[in-house]
């Protein structure tokens, strides 16, 4: 897995979430025990990864998520991908157990794979959009305009901040690299619930395009 | 507490969520090192407060969540409160130990308080539907009729059922009750995940209405 920029992607579209975990650790070493009291709130984004794969029968194939980590010396990006994700459980533990290994393989530059379908590498949020090759992209904020009848492309890319939203730096980055900014409702919600509404949005377009 | 069916309310309007857990224990004998493989899947019922309950700032008042346990010798109900809930956060460990708390009090057919906002009592399902003063019924399942465009009353109570889906005695009180059935999308997801939904289509369907 190393020398590519990107984790190879063999469906037609895919639906990319990247959640930025400001406070959240880069290092293996917090408890299962108090996952929100000990990781820089790991727990908020293994509710976004929850949100992003789960089906009542399985897990979404066509999704990428994209945990971009703050809150260490060095800037490190998780990598779950859909279409060979593994051991995915939809509990936080289990899943933040599945972070947890993946911040204990030394991370470089290139991807590095972890366990099936989970991939580390260093850098972070200028590097992921730098990386972007196709598909249109999306920033969640309150203020967006209306997700509904936006007639959203399969092949996007959403991007979301934590609890504490995003920084001015990142908000330029976004701009900078064309991103429309959109909302899913009339109240500010949790990644993870908006998460859930676009999944739902993406899959009535589907739905809507089959026909 | 003691010798009323059904809390309090003080909104005129409340949306209720009842979610129906066939294995959850009713006792308090499960470990929140392993929620999942000890509780009955408690896990499934905490991320449904999650989903019922959490904004970005602070909790939704105007909610009543009513999780019905299955999995123990005598069924139980425990009422979550949005309007007097404490202590309650985000992650499934500290909601499951609220719900540890609960189901150490002593239960009887009358509602008891546990900690600030949650109740417990004996009973399940029926004992709830025969409680509901008023307000429409909503049963949420893959084949019914689509959420979007029916208006949604704020008054509401909305019927999940857990991994396993609801058992057919299950449904035929439902539909005694005059339970109307309706899904979110064409894709089978989640009851959490549902519940985002519908707290979304309300939240518009709201807004809609104070314009």
Chains 1, 2 share one sequence.
């Not at 897990?59 to 991908?81: F, S």
Request: charged share 25%.
């Amino acid at each position: 897995m190393k020398g590519i920029l990107w984790p190879r992607r063999s469906f037609p579209s895919m639906r990319n979430f990247i959640i930025v975990g400001h406070l959240a650790k880069t290092t293996p070493d917090f408890s299962l025990e108090d996952i929100p009291g000990t990781s820089g709130r790991m727990d908020i984004l293994c509710r976004c990864i929850n949100s992003a794969f789960m089906l009542s029968h399985g897990i979404r194939k066509d999704v990428r998520v994209l945990l971009v980590l703050l809150g260490g010396e060095v800037q490190k990006t998780v990598c779950l991908r859909g279409e060979d994700l593994r051991h995915l459980n939809p509990d936080e533990r289990t899943t933040a157990a599945l972070i947890k290994k993946a911040l204990a393989v030394p991370a470089t530059p290139s991807w590095t794979m972890s366990t099936s379908g989970i991939f580390v590498r260093t850098g972070g949020l200028p590097e992921l959009l730098e990386g972007m090759k196709s598909g249109r992209l999306f920033y969640l904020k309150e203020d967006g305009s209306e997700v509904r009848g936006k007639d959203l492309p399969q092949d996007a890319t959403f991007v979301l901040g934590d609890h504490q939203g995003m920084t001015e730096p990142e908000e330029a980055l976004l701009a900078a690299a064309r991103a429309e900014v959109i909302s899913v409702g009339p109240v500010s919600l949790h990644a993870d619930h908006c998460i859930v509404i676009i999944n739902n949005e993406l899959d009535r377009v589907e739905m809507k395009n089959q026909k």
